[in-house]
Nanobody, 121 residues
């Protein structure tokens, strides 16, 4: 599976961005896809996941109510709509697919290259 994340950029606090993760190389509808982020000097942390099959979604507490993950199996794309952005959301955002263990554990078989989100106060 090849993943390509895009849509990052710079925005002021309170603004919105929409990230997308385009996948190719495998039946996308049967893969769980997640977003992680990594701020400078910090460990990679779970943001959100959409599971294949059930379509259930989960969010980190820090983004719950502000971020929305969705998938379009016809377009092989998973998106992350980010609203009410805060400076602490500044990070490189990665999409990942096919978890090896818990969906919040950054142990996935496939990773995209990351896209930078910068939120200024």
């Amino acid at each position: 599976v090849q993943l390509q994340a895009y849509g990052g950029g710079s925005v002021q606090a309170g603004g919105s961005l929409r990230l997308s993760c385009a996948a190719s190389g495998r039946t996308f509808s049967r893969i769980t896809v997640a977003w992680f982020r990594q701020a400078p000097g910090k460990e990679r942390e779970f943001v959100s996941v959409v599971r294949w099959g059930s379509g259930n979604t989960y969010y980190a507490d820090s983004v719950k109510g502000r971020f929305t993950i969705s998938r379009d199996n016809a377009k092989n794309t998973v998106s992350l709509q980010m609203n009410s952005l805060k400076p602490e959301d500044t990070a490189v955002y990665y999409c990942a697919a096919d978890p090896r263990s818990s969906h919040s554990n950054p142990s996935y078989n496939y990773w995209g290259q990351g896209t930078l989100v910068t939120v200024s106060s």
